[in-house]
């Protein structure tokens, strides 16, 4: 499942940063709850204006962000 069109990325907007469907939640805050332990019924109990296709969103948006070949120039 898709949910990438979730994600808007504006300059006005939290300098730019990737946030959930134009809010001011951003795909970081939303990981870093995540990564903290919070479950999705904590996170959409504390967020009752996200949606589970938000917190769905974020995680693409990491996983598609993390796939990125590093390159490490020659010493």
């Avoid at 069109?5 to 990737?18: A, D, L, S």
């Avoid at 917190?55 to 020659?74: P, T």
């Amino acid at each position: 499942m898709n949910e990438l069109h979730r994600i808007t990325m504006t300059p006005e907007q939290c300098g730019g940063r990737p946030c959930i469907r134009g809010t001011r939640v951003r795909v970081k805050d939303v990981l870093d709850l995540l990564a903290a332990g919070a479950t999705q019924d904590e996170i959409l109990e504390d967020y009752p204006y996200l949606e589970p296709g938000d917190i769905q969103a974020a995680l693409e948006f990491a996983a598609q962000y993390l796939d990125h070949a590093m390159l490490r120039a020659a010493a």
